[in-house]
């Protein structure tokens, strides 16, 4: 039945090409995750203002992010937007696609996160005599940390792992690309994708277990 | 825009693409959710320790693309076992794994919501472990798991765009190959993001309502 | 009967039960007094089969217990336990909580549990409240709910595990109430209780524990007038 030879030294003297690979997969995911946040953080704002329009940006950005597949997000920043002549590199691409779905979900979290601190904690600040910028620094922002922090360690994975799209839109510079690339040349399927699956299991539990001794010394209440 | 080449048989055939996708996405769910249930169950009955190869292999799951997955999969049936599975059987197969590992998190989260007092209450009248599960446990924790696993069917649906990998031309794919064709990328992207959208934000909505109703009391 | 004979029963290193030797007759009520962690409420879980021993006998009406043959689940019809926290099965009404186990264990049919249901609801006060869902009720009224659950099994013997001590004060009294009514119709009863008035009105025996010993047992009028134990002295002191 096993006809099949594994060659497993034939695939591991890829492994420093799939190492770089592996380096950018963690660049564009740190990268559209930093920007996501950013993002976040103004759409969670544009959600709390009255105003209709900023309400209906956010609204939609975040709905859309939700509820339709992250490659249907990358295929939208290089392909659809190519109909209005905007030509992205895939790389470029690939990193608002996952920056945009990583925006709306972690928006989505913020707004639970500021739903689930009573506005007690805002006014007891206030009694106390700090204006309302210092009380949302000191006394709401660290607690919706603490809340967002499970979440934020999550999509960083998601991140990670919605990297492994760019090869979709032409991008052959990440761990899934240069696997995809040395498949086409070696044929040995199998053994390169099983090794660039163990490098993706290692790097989000690196984060999955840095997060968790992160959170330890942050949140000791 | 409006001005489209796309004829009513390019239609049925993004159709026929939204189909298998929902195909795909109903079997996996039910299979997913039927062993994620029996992983849930042997994780809490087994404990953290004596239950930790099946957690691990779980974990495989949650933090391998599901690309590679499923191109593993494909290789190590194909190629390895030199089986002649369609692209189809093994999507259905990984995404069932893949709902499972998941799944199996939201049921041990359910269960362990269930206060041990409220268990012990059960037993105390005499019922057996198997009618504490039935009238007190699967009741009490399903309102927990609910909200969470619609999100998951949901997002397997969603990352059910994955199986074009094994030829299997389920609805972006079918866009894909439109595009492609017609070169009318955004207004293609469009009608499938849509049917995406259709699906998923009132069944969200849905979850949303129900997490929330349910935390109130 | 309940016979326990040198029970020991550890928490991991803890030891929390060095050896408890205890009878108690059939239309018996003892209570059972003493300090946080002395072992007094581990002792009603062991009765009834919640928690293995480590070493010892109990044996209710000659079955032991802990013996692996024993039908724990057929057992535990015989003995009604109460616990400290509210237990009510939140997803059924008042009257769902009380007919599920005479229906799904006992094999009771509808109308027949109904009816059992409602006469022991009508007796401990709630007979008002049949389709309502335990959220709705005051502490007091689930206890007294949890009562009724048990007793709708018809056991020979109850157990109250601090049943008053995770309600507000003015709720204490319709619990103890009731308490009071099933030892006065000849319930046999073991109670883990902070009550001391009450234990001396109901109790025919007062048992005091301390760090996982039974350091002296007796009537009330002999342990509450006359305590021999030096340690029982001085905790009769501190809560009087």
Known sequence: MFDYTFQWKQALARLPKMLDGAVITMEVAIISMLLGILFAILLTMFRQTKSRPLNAIATTWIEIARNTPALFQIYMAHFGVASFGIHFSPFTSLLIGITFNNAGYLAENFRGALKAIPDTQARAGQSLGMSPVQSFRYIVLPQMLRISFLPMTNQMVWAILMTSLGVTVGMNSDLYGVTQDLNALTFRTFELFAIAGVIFYIITKVITLSARLIAARLFRY | MFDTALSANDLVFLAKGAGITIVVTAISVVIGTILGIIFGVIRVQLGAVLSAPLTLFLDIFRSVPLLIQLVLANAFVGMVLQLQLSGFFVACMVLSLYTSAYCAEIVRGGIDAVPTVTRRAARSLGMSWGQDMRYIVMPLATRVALPSWIGLALGVMKDSALVYVVQVTELLKSTQILITRLQEPLFLLLICGAFYFIISFPLARFGGYLEKRWSND | ?240
């Not at chain 3, 103890?176 to 009550?195: D, S």
């Open chain 3, 1 to 240: 009967m309940i016979e326990i004979q040198n029970v020991r029963k550890s928490f991991g290193q803890l030891e929390v039960l060095k050896g408890i030797d205890l009878n108690v007759e059939k239309g018996e009520v003892v209570t059972v007094i003493g300090g946080s962690g002395s072992g007094k409420s581990t002792l009603l879980t062991c009765i009834n089969g919640l928690e293995p021993i480590v070493s010892g006998k109990i044996l209710v009406d000659g079955t032991e217990v802990h013996a692996k043959s024993t039908d724990l689940n057929k057992l535990r019809q015989k003995i009604g336990i109460v616990f400290q926290q509210f237990n009510a099965f939140p997803h059924l009404t008042v009257m769902e909580n009380v007919t599920l186990a005479p229906r799904k264990v006992l094999g009771m049919g509808k109308a027949e549990a109904e009816a059992i249901a409602e006469k022991h609801l009508n007796h401990v006060g709630l007979g008002d409240k049949l389709g309502t869902y335990p959220t709705r009720l005051s502490g007091g009224q689930q206890q007294r709910m949890a009562i009724a659950r048990a007793l709708a099994m018809s056991p020979d013997y109850m157990l109250f595990d601090e049943v008053t001590s995770a309600l507000d004060p003015q709720l204490v009294g319709e619990v103890l109430e009731t308490l009071k009514m099933l030892a006065e119709e000849g319930m046999t009863m073991i109670l883990v209780t902070h009550e001391m008035s009450f234990a001396r009105d109901v109790s025919d025996r007062v048992a005091f524990f301390h760090k996982g010993i039974m350091a002296e047992i007796g009537t009330p009028a002999e342990l509450f007038e006359n305590p021999q134990h030096p340690e029982t002295q001085s905790f009769l002191a501190s809560v009087r």
